[in-house]
């Protein structure tokens, strides 16, 4: 993470936002690059919480893992309950159910989920510990907790291009000037720990995006955002100036159309019981 002093250091937003973009870029990620690692820890039965489901497309797999158990997913923000009741619709799914809630302040009785799963929401998330303490409270004891965080100081966009580093970095920042965290697939072995969850056990990996469908749906992403919410957020916070901002908007129109472009994003994993 880069030190260069941000102006603003306390907004409760969700810093991505909700651009159609993005959403269709994480749907596609649910569905052919999903997060498979705690499937192998799901039976048929159990009940799952799946904590800032987005748009839905991965809380699908996870409900087929665990009928006729059920999957309950829940988000801040509207739009995505109503976008993945809609696929949980067209898919059939019918032991899924959606609904709004923060991760700080859930909706269920405690000791009721074999697993609560955090798929990149821990990052946005103001206080941690919080967060944490609440998602054991609705575990039951010997149920498994299940976090997937983007580490963005590893994530890369190549070719370097002169800029793609920097715009990494810009991003970190404005993640940390919403008051979340960049880095939080590397912290989540200390942050289970602290919370006294056991066996924790933690790995990484990177979601690689290269075919030419998912270099341009990468590319309209950061268009979106860099004509949209995230680029004033960014200029307001500090993390980025109009000039970067412009500067980047022309590498990635370059990235696009070369031959050797791809884009890495690096992943935390850990998995841990509650006691
Ligand atoms: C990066 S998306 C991940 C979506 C999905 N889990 C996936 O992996 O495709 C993060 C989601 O977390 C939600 N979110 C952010 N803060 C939250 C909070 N405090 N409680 C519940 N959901 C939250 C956002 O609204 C967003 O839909």
Redesign the pocket.
Known sequence: MSSRRLAHTSTPD?T?G?SPDYISF?TR??EQKP?RFPIPHLAPGHNIL??????G??SIRLADAVAPGELFG????PS?IDQARRLAEERGCGNATFQM????DLPFEDDFFDMVHC???LT??PDTSV?LEEVKRVLRPGGRVAC?DMIVDSCFIHPELGLMQRGLEAFADLVTADDGHPQMGKDLKFHLQQAGFTDVAVSASFDVHHLPEEIAAFHGMIKGWLNGELARAAKAYGAATDGLLHEFGLVMEEWRSHPAALVGIAFGHALAVRP
């Open positions: 969700y991505m909700y994480l990620i649910g997060s799946d904590v800032g489901c987005g748009p497309s991965l829940v988000d801040i923000e995505q809630a923060d991760v700080v798929g990149t929401v946005y998330v967060a997937r």
